[in-house]
């Protein structure tokens, strides 16, 4: 009933301030008000009298550190230290992490991954399966795991979080760390500023109890003693909600895997993009790759409508392209992957040969990193896994691998060739080497849709 969005804005703002618990989804445009530390969300269901005494006490526990918080000086910027992070989770017992790499967590995990040995800590193929295997390590151990993941990896979580951990099936406890990618009023990209302001009711749809992690380590430890509570009286997971710049840089040293290849990821498109004929359809994958194809068609000076950048939804570049190849079987489609995105959705690699034809040109730049987020290693560093016996054992017409430019040269021709069915070109390239001063795309996605549809329905 309320005339004016922003006296309901102001109106929120006084309820959580008060520290009151919210309860119930709420509309995108309130929950993306959830920018206080004050505030502990629960999604609206049935509670049993277990979780309504599991609430109160919550509520207690949170209003004590609330009412602790007002003798800390507001106007003082402060930072969590990934190792006093690792240290207050590991003072509530949890010593076991697992996620997907996220550029808001990504000197947390940094510290991870220098302090836990494999076996306490899994890079996991995507945000599903990290719920997945922090299940199996509490039902072994009986002790809280720790995920985490970019809020634009929910999506991922969505089976495991209801069929598998939820209060009514197995009633895992957890904590859940969600980096918060386009939190309202901060600048970013359209895909995550989509993803951020619905990110809170997501949560409270899902039933899930979160809050906003503080940004000094007083204020973490209150917040973990409240989550532990949580976890360990309603058995079910807890979420922290990360904002940007929440953790101080980490300066210690992370062993970096050595790698053999030469070409950087870019200087594998420079090579690449004069092997396109003028009636090529590319699709990008999400992150560095597709920016540094945006730069280089400036640099050659080629127009976008020719490719689709897919600047969200990791690992779903080849179902595009399988998409549009099966639309348009006389045009060549060439998808251009990833390999940590084609290991987050590998179901591809077994759809394409099965149901693609040979118009359909799927080539994997490999250079053994989530490059975008971190650089930490993928399972693709391991040198016993090889991308191409997979992509033979899933069928494809033709499998081939480059790793210098003259190679590639070769090899891509020979891809090209294959009139069977789809084909599958590797290419190796050296672990974190982007530039510093890399762009972005300067078009919207609605403009660069509009334009490659143009483009589809032209030639």
Not at 64 to 70: F, G, L, Q, Y
Not at 194 to 201: C, D, K, W
Not at 389 to 410: L, M
């Amino acid at each position: 009933f309320f005339s004016s969005r922003d006296f309901t804005m102001a109106l929120l703002a006084r309820l959580l301030s008060s520290s009151r618990v919210v309860r119930g989804a709420m509309r995108p445009a309130l929950a993306g008000s959830l920018g206080t530390s004050n505030t502990i969300a629960y999604g609206d269901r049935r509670r049993s009298d277990k979780q309504t005494q599991a609430t109160t006490t919550v509520r207690s526990l949170h209003r004590t550190a609330v009412a602790k918080e007002h003798v800390f000086d507001e106007l003082q910027r402060d930072f969590v230290a990934p190792e006093e992070m690792y240290q207050a989770l590991n003072s509530i017992g949890i010593s076991f992490f697992t996620g997907v790499p996220d550029s808001l967590l990504k000197d947390f995990c940094a510290y991870v991954t220098a302090n836990t040995t494999p076996d306490k800590h899994v890079i996991a193929a995507n945000e599903g399966t990290a719920i997945s295997i922090a299940t199996g390590h509490y039902l072994a151990t009986g002790k809280f795991p720790c995920v985490y993941l970019q809020n634009s990896g929910l999506g991922n979580c969505v089976n495991p979080l209801l069929s598998l951990v939820h209060q009514d099936v197995y009633s895992i406890p957890m904590l859940i760390l969600i980096g918060w990618r386009g939190e309202p009023g901060k600048k970013d990209e359209p895909q995550h500023r989509v993803q951020g302001e619905l990110t809170p009711s997501l949560l409270a749809s899902l039933g899930l109890a979160f809050q906003v992690m503080p940004d000094y380590i007083e204020g973490v430890e209150r917040t973990l003693q409240t989550a532990k509570q949580h976890m360990s009286v309603s058995n079910e997971p807890y979420v922290l909600l990360v904002k940007r710049q929440t953790f101080s840089k980490f300066e210690g040293e992370v062993d970096e895997f050595k790698s053999k290849y030469e070409l950087s990821r870019e200087q594998v498109l420079e090579t690449l993009i004069p092997l396109f004929h003028e009636k090529d359809v590319i699709v990008g994958t999400t992150g560095m790759l597709s920016r540094e194809l945006f730069e280089q068609r400036v640099r050659f000076g080629h127009s976008h409508e020719k490719d689709l950048l897919t600047v969200g939804s990791m690992g779903h570049a080849p179902a595009i392209g399988l998409g549009i190849s099966l639309a348009r079987p006389r045009r060549r489609v060439i998808v251009l992957d990833g390999d940590g995105a084609a290991l987050m959705h590998m179901g591809n690699m077994g759809t394409i040969p099965a149901c693609g034809h040979s118009n359909l040109k799927h080539v994997l730049i490999n250079n053994q990193a989530h490059d975008s987020v971190g650089g930490q290693p993928t399972v693709a560093s391991n040198d016993s896994f090889s991308f191409t016996k997979i992509a033979e054992g899933c069928g494809y017409h033709g499998v081939f691998r480059a790793e210098t430019r003259e190679e590639i040269a070769t090899q891509f021709e020979n891809m090209m060739n294959v009139s069977t069915g789809p084909a599958f070109l590797e290419i190796m390239a050296r672990p974190n080497a982007s530039r510093k001063d890399l762009g972005r795309p300067t078009r919207s996605p609605l403009e660069n849709r509009n334009d490659f549809m143009s483009f589809l329905e032209r030639i």
